[in-house]
């Protein structure tokens, strides 16, 4: 235990992380106060486990110190993150937002009982309570959400208006830069010899392992592809945004409500931001990619078709497969990645997230009046309501639909009948 004990007396400075210590009355408090205090209660408790004796510990103590330096390290984290997503760490420590304040006081309250708690066992001795730890993981997650909480109040007031949530902003951007990524991997391989293109496409045909990564691993958000004579990077797909989203968010099942279905048939996200729910209803496991297009060649991996405005007479790729729970059949839903990226803060007395369609926001269309010219589709303020609503939409107006075979439309007799036929 020397190192976890070395390690929590290298933490003391770090509440200095969260500008200096708490002031006056509950008056003067600011987030960066109340932070300050929250991260003096996490230090003092590290204290009581370092200059504790160590000779009869057991694997409940050793836990209830790494749950510590856990929540030491993800509330500096999350300090220093916040204040960059606001435009400045001044606004972030300076906020006084009564809903913020009022909900870090609380957490405050929390942790310091908790840290009584842990004194209390210091003084008197004996093995530890091991529901202590599980108690400091979940201030942990609810300091957390706390704290994104309160960026996000800032950024309606600090920032531009902006339909989607800060969390869904944050994965939205990186979707773009990843087009962006995508886009300039495309002139790049086209500037090479047509010998070269050949040669490159073959060897990742010959050796598709190499493509092969989890799309939940924290590296995957550019897997490398190494050829003899230039290093061609992958281009970035809507899968490599999954870690991004379990960042800003959590899934969890839900109880879909209906007395005739098993409970927990529903998958749902929630954002740790807003505290929207995304709903995919009747839904076994949650997909971590994409389906495969019906009725098309594989795409090439080096090419901008990898993604989502893909082969399929240029429309978008958002489709991905699951089982549903009740009748154990594939059913086609939204890609995860797609709506996270595009949903909206629910409403005032709401408690689902509503969904901008981003395909809607980029389309433009020809007005045929006096002052013609290319003018954007204009979406409703709201969104869509749900998940299923968006489906819908993507359905109608964002999926290509193949053209039938004669035969399959015009009768055999009324085709016989006819002499041009």
């Keep these: 235990m020397s190192n976890a004990a070395g390690g929590s007396s290298r933490k003391s400075s770090v509440v200095s992380g969260f500008h200096g ?38 694997p409940d103590e050793f836990e209830q110190t790494r749950a510590l330096e856990d929540a030491l390290d993800e509330a500096k984290k999350d300090f220093q993150e916040m204040g960059q997503l606001v435009r400045g760490q001044f606004y972030y420590e300076n906020d006084r937002i009564p809903e913020s304040l009022n909900e870090l006081r609380l957490l405050l309250a929390q942790f310091q009982e908790h840290y009584e708690n842990l ?13 202590w730890a599980r108690d400091t993981s979940s201030l942990r997650k609810d300091l957390h959400r706390a704290q994104c909480r309160a960026a996000r109040r800032i950024s309606l007031i600090a920032e531009q208006p902006t339909p ?30 047509p010998w070269q293109q050949q040669q490159q496409q073959s060897h990742h045909h010959q050796r598709p392992d190499h493509n092969i990564q989890s799309p939940t ?59 929207g729910y995304l709903v995919w209803p009747d839904l076994r496991t ?76 980029e389309d433009t269309y020809l007005d045929e009046g006096e002052d013609s010219g290319e003018m954007k589709y204009v979406m409703d303020d709201k969104g869509f309501g749900s998940v299923e609503e968006f489906r819908e939409h993507l359905e109608w ?25």
């Design 21 to 58: 210590e708490r002031a006056g009355g509950a008056s003067s408090d600011t987030v960066g106060s109340l932070l300050a205090a929250i991260g003096t209660c996490l230090t003092d408790a590290l204290r009581l486990f370092m200059f504790a004796d160590k000779r009869h510990w057991g």
């Design 397 to 421: 107006y964002h999926t290509a639909m193949a053209v039938p075979k004669l035969e399959d439309v015009v009768p055999e007799v009324v085709r016989g009948s006819c002499g041009v036929m």
């Design 286 to 361: 949650m997909p971590s990619v994409r389906s495969t297009l019906p009725q098309q060649p594989p795409p090439d991996p080096l090419s901008p078709a990898y993604d989502s405005k893909t082969v399929n007479n240029g429309y978008p790729h958002w489709q991905a497969s699951g089982l549903s729970c009740t009748a154990n059949e594939p059913k086609t839903l939204v890609f995860a990645p797609l709506a996270i990226a595009n949903h909206m803060p629910p409403e005032p007395g709401e408690w689902q997230a509503g969904i901008v369609c981003p395909y809607c926001e």
């Design 217 to 275: 691993s924290p590296d995957s958000t550019m897997p490398q592809i190494t050829t003899k004579h230039h290093p061609i990077r992958r281009p970035p797909s809507l899968e490599s945004l999954v870690p991004k989203c379990n960042q800003i968010g959590r899934f969890q099942r839900l109880n879909s409500g209906n007395p005739s279905e098993s409970p927990f048939n529903d998958a749902a996200f929630i954002c740790d931001f807003c505290n």
């Design 164 to 193: 989607r949530c800060l969390g869904a902003t944050q994965v939205y951007r990186l979707q773009k830069r990843n087009e962006a990524e995508r886009l300039r991997l495309q002139k790049q391989r086209e500037a090479l010899p």
């Design 119 to 131: 004194k209390s066992w210091a003084r008197q001795g004996g093995p530890i309570n091991p529901i």
